[in-house]
């Protein structure tokens, strides 16, 4: 949470400036109704990757983003579309994802590097990205929802009045997280197997991955599926299907040998942040706590928190009431108040100067004024309580957001939640240090479950450890293996 506010909203304008038209789809060779050109592709992709960044934030590992660059170059190369200039990206989140969006830009999160265990599944889940781009999947997909005139909100807010505030960088980037459909998903699948193979690795082993995945799901008794399979729908029979395709493409190309390259990547993903990064912030008994920008304030009791590197989202389990911390612009209190009520467009009624635990602070109240689409009259669409709040040279606006009607009844909590913003000073909280991938080798010959007690962990993590190691408890496991632990 330490980037200015997002400027999204040309992603949606590019999309509701296409025109009717067909296309040749680079993969299969067919014409097929486009609303998207691919110049539109590119300047899409091009005007929302700073999005992306914003919102997710660059995982900073010189040795893994050169790695992910290194094989995106040499797998573009191969592909359908070798004329792309493909970019590729490690973002600071610990979601188990991968995704792509239009004009050639790739994103892994640290989350899903973690839980890869040899250079062949990542390869495979790369090509499979690539493959969405290739066969222009996104394009179809976004062309699919305007004609079907599909409404994009905010999930955590029902109110897309409200959802523009606290969701705004997540609204802008649904449009690019459409999630697939389960032919496109075997397609990407299939490309897949076809960009990693020829680049030299074992495809097959992208169905292991598949795999890891679906016991992470099973893990979490199946209410928190990972990202990557709630945005890539699991086709029927995608294990068996990629294992035949993989053995089809070594069949077909003479049965080259192929790598895996398990302790190469291993050793690469070594130190690698495991879980919630502690810096970035992070919620405690209903407080947020953010250790590099030193400052806390608490939670309203109940209410659904979201962090993320832009902002910090809180909202009332009813879906009537947010409240938003962000980065505000300006040199002053003041300013700051004027500059986000012209890129929120509100209309302030009243503004009072004061002082918060020492901060100097501005409290406003506005109005976001619209237009009735039927009366043509001018009517408030929500009602804002803002507070301007002085760190030095920061500047942060909490932003309490709710419809005219009930916001008397929640002015109270946005005003408790600003009030309470404290310098933090607890060392326990300050000096709070991530989880880290440990990459260990094995002096005896166990089983896994014998390896990771005897290296600390505790019983109630063996089986998320097998998980992130892609193994059984109970599979064998040899003097001079290495093996993922989990350590701060």
């Not at 066969?135 to 062309?143: D, E, I, L, P, V």
């Not at 049965?255 to 942040?273: E, M, S």
Request: glycine share 8%.
């Amino acid at each position: 949470m330490k980037k200015s506010l997002l400027q999204i909203s040309g992603a949606l304008a590019a999309l509701l400036s296409v025109l009717v038209g067909c296309a040749v789809n680079p993969v299969t060779g067919k014409k097929e109704v486009m609303l998207v050109s691919e110049g539109q592709e590119l300047a899409m992709g091009a005007e929302s990757d700073p999005a992306v960044i914003a919102q997710m934030g660059l995982y900073p590992d010189k040795k893994i983003q050169a790695f992910i660059n290194e094989k995106g170059k040499q797998m573009g190369a191969v592909s359908h579309r070798p004329e792309l200039t493909y970019q590729f990206r490690v973002v600071d989140t610990p979601v188990i994802n991968a995704f792509a969006i239009p004009g050639g830009y790739v994103y892994f999160t640290r989350g899903i590097m973690a839980h890869f265990n040899n250079e062949a599944q990542f390869a495979g889940v790369l090509g499979h990205e690539i493959g969405h781009i290739t066969a222009r999947h996104s394009a179809k997909q976004q062309t699919n929802s305007i004609l079907g005139q599909v409404g994009l909100i905010g999930a955590m807010i029902a109110s897309p009045r409200l959802a523009q505030f606290g969701q705004q960088a997540s609204q802008g980037l649904q449009l690019l997280f459409l999630k697939f459909g389960r032919d496109d998903e075997s397609q990407a699948d299939g490309l897949g197997v076809d960009y990693s193979s020829q680049i030299g690795y074992d495809a097959s082993q992208m169905a292991d991955f598949f795999q890891t995945l679906a016991r992470e799901q099973e893990a979490k008794g199946g209410a928190a599926i990972p990202d990557f399979l709630s945005t890539h729908p699991n086709p029927a029979d995608r294990y068996a299907t990629v294992h035949q395709e993989a053995d089809q493409w070594q069949q077909k190309h003479g049965n080259p040998k192929l790598a895996v390259n398990r302790d190469q990547y291993l050793r690469l993903i070594d130190g690698l942040v495991y879980g919630e990064d502690p810096k970035q912030g992070f919620v405690e008994n209903s407080v947020f706590y953010h250790p590099e920008l030193k400052f806390r304030f608490p939670i309203p009791a109940g209410w659904k928190s979201q962090n993320s590197p832009s902002q910090f989202q809180m909202a009332d389990p009813t879906g009537k009431a947010l409240l938003v911390l962000l980065p505000a612009p300006g040199a002053t209190p003041e300013e700051a108040a004027q500059a986000v009520a012209k890129q929120l467009n509100l209309q302030p009624t009243d503004s009072r100067r004061t002082t918060i635990n020492g901060f100097p602070a501005l409290v406003f109240t506005a109005d976001q004024v619209q237009q009735d689409p039927q009366t043509g009259q001018q009517v408030a669409g929500v009602r804002v309580l803002g507070h301007i709040i002085q760190d030095g040279k920061s500047l942060y606006a909490f932003m309490g957001v709710a419809a005219p009607a009930d916001f008397p009844a929640f002015a109270p909590q946005f005003s408790n939640v600003a009030q309470g913003f404290a310098r933090l000073t607890e060392p326990d909280k300050l000096n709070r240090q991530p989880e880290r991938i440990h990459i260990q080798k094995l002096k005896l010959r166990s089983n896994l479950r014998q390896a990771l007690l005897a290296q600390g962990t505790p019983e109630n993590r063996l089986e998320e450890l097998a998980i992130l190691n892609g193994m059984q408890l109970n599979e064998q496991v040899n003097a001079g293996s290495l093996i993922k632990l989990v350590r701060k």
